[in-house]
């Protein structure tokens, strides 16, 4: 029993495919907080409640309810599980870790759901449920997150067969529209698995087990990170400065002309406009799973630093840029983290979009050109 402080958003959650009405509301007694979830018939009874009594002092008795220690905060919250996508990469060690990372691009190079029994395994075509790659940035680098029917249905608010149903997309390599709405460009925490292991199958490629987009959450993420970052640890979450920073105050600006003069290694921020794009067809590379590009040989892909062949091979962004400031023009190659960044494509539905348009005439580097012509603050290294 107590006094009604806070009452959150109606949500509706999916599970199983079935649609469930939940709010969480706030009590408060003897100096104590409680959030309790209201879930099905019992969200319509408050909102009830609220149309025939005054809000102010109202007491909430709670009766039969289930006790459950929701440790969700505290996982994100976790600094000690923290880290950077380069620290994932480098990770030799099992274990589940939280970065904090923006969705620039969907990765399914086929579909993003798969026919699955009850059970969730892919034996039986019993239903449709999510398997999504989303390409995960932040500032250490870029990596592909794989998301599973539960964080999906969660973040999408739709089941995946309804989402089907509603897009009428089966059998076909575009996405929904809501991927865009609710996935792309979003910065959420996620709670990642690490399976060394697994490593040669599904090189930098990790599982969502979780996701916060709780903005009260993020928020305290963020201010711990920002406390943390004085102090001086070996798996920091975040590098001590902003990307602001590093453009503004810890990155020497250099004109294009005085680049080419350059005779030291280092890193430089350019500020210039992205006029063309060099090299025809030649904007992508073939590589492995780790990341290295393939090259042909006796009809298959072969991998050298792999040494094997390969079969399946990803597609990557290597754009040819050219690139102009007030003092001379050069060529600047975008690889595939920014290509994704600035485009929101993966390089493989770039692939898919060119077979759509070029029977309309159109020219995947007419696209290219059309989406990086912009003002182009980069930071390079030589």
Request: aromatic fraction near 10%; charged fraction near 25%; charge should be neutral.
């Amino acid at each position: 029993m107590g006094i009604l402080s806070a009452v959150g958003k109606e949500r509706e959650i999916v599970r199983e495919s079935k649609r469930t009405k939940m709010i969480v509301i706030t009590l408060e007694a003897e100096g104590q907080r409680l959030d309790v979830t209201l879930f099905g018939e019992y969200v319509d009874v408050l909102k009830s409640f609220f149309r025939h009594a005054p809000l102010e002092h109202a007491v909430i008795v709670i009766q039969y309810a289930k006790v459950k220690m929701f440790q969700d905060q505290n996982d994100f919250l976790d600094m000690s599980k923290t880290r950077v996508i380069a620290n994932l990469k480098e990770s030799n060690e099992d274990g589940s870790y939280v970065v904090y990372g923006t969705i620039v691009a969907v990765n399914n190079e086929s579909d993003w759901w798969y026919l699955a029994c009850k059970c969730n395994r892919a034996v039986k075509p019993d239903g449709a449920i999510y398997l999504i790659k989303l390409s995960v940035k932040d500032d250490s680098g870029t990596t592909t997150f794989v998301l599973f029917d539960r964080e999906a249905s969660n973040i999408l608010n739709i089941s995946c067969a309804e989402l089907m149903e509603k897009s009428d997309l089966a059998g076909s390599f575009e996405n929904p529209k809501e991927f865009d709405d609710l996935l792309l460009g979003k910065t959420y925490i996620f709670k990642v698995e690490v399976r060394v292991m697994n490593r040669g199958q599904h090189e930098h490629s990790f599982r969502v087990s979780k996701v916060c987009h709780d903005d009260s959450i993020k928020k305290k993420y963020l201010e711990s990170i920002h406390a943390n970052n004085s102090k001086a640890t070996a798996n920091r979450a975040i590098p001590v400065y902003s990307v602001e920073e590093e453009f503004l105050n810890r990155t020497l600006a250099k004109t294009i002309e005085s680049l080419k003069d350059c005779t030291e290694d280092g890193e430089y921020a350019v500020y210039g406009t992205i006029k063309g794009v060099d090299g025809g067809a030649d904007w992508f590379i073939p590589t492995c799973r780790c990341g290295s590009e393939v090259i042909p040989r006796n009809g298959f892909y072969y991998c050298s630093d792999c040494k094997k062949c390969v079969v399946n091979v990803i597609p990557r962004y290597r754009i040819k840029a050219r690139v102009n400031d007030a003092s001379d023009s050069a060529t600047f190659v975008i690889f595939e983290s920014l290509g994704c960044l600035l485009l929101h494509k993966s390089c493989s539905e770039m692939l898919k979009l060119s077979e759509d348009v070029n029977n309309q005439m159109f020219s995947n580097k007419c696209y290219l050109k059309s989406h990086l012509s912009s003002r182009l603050k980069s930071r390079l290294q030589i």
